[in-house]
């Protein structure tokens, strides 16, 4: 299944400057992984060694947040948008 992943502009120097790329995939996991294979540098600012996303990093599907759901597992469907978002504080 094609799905798009969305990316911040903090995140696009890391991608070639992508704002939205499109990977196969029938998992967040698999999305995920897709895009570190094309983009490596991602790994690095997305996950935890354990493969894990990092604490300050959030991800939507279909606008639903996947940490109230299956987390990596969260399925999607072909067309579907994965939107990765930084946590953002200060004051």
Known sequence: ???????PTQLRASAGGEGAVT??????????????????????????DDGSLRRFINVYVGGDDIRFGE??????????????LPAVAGG
């Open 23 to 48: 990977v196969e995939a029938s998992t967040v996991r698999e999305a995920l992984e897709a895009l570190y294979d094309a983009y490596p540098e991602l790994r690095e600012r997305l996950s935890d």
């Open 71 to 84: 987390l990596l597992e969260t399925p999607l469907t072909d067309g579907q948008e994965l939107q990765i």
């Open 1 to 7: 299944m094609s799905v798009t992943v969305k990316l």
